[in-house]
């Protein structure tokens, strides 16, 4: 057993999860209801992503490695705001934080 991700962001965890499970690569989360019994931002409490076969380490990275940069976080549909450069759903003609208009 391997870890491979940490993160008080459950939904992430869980959707790594299942980026790894559809490629078949066996794997759990620890502590998974933990965090949010404890209330606590401690690192030990924090949901984290682990694989059962430690030689499937790389690959499980390489897997994941789109869907934890930043950039990849924003899909085709959304745009940058130009002043703040929030990301903005493709149907807000305003940004949502400072409410700049949509560029053209």
Known sequence: MRELYTSMDSTRIGF???VLDEAGIPCFIQNETTSQLVNMLAMVFQ?????INDEQYEQ?????KPHHEVGSIMTAEEWLCPCCK???PASFDLCWNCQAAKPE
């Open 16 to 18: 790594y999860k299942s």
């Open 86 to 88: 929030e990301s903005n």
């Open 60 to 64: 499980a990275l390489v897997l994941l």
């Open 47 to 51: 949901p984290t992503l682990c694989i």
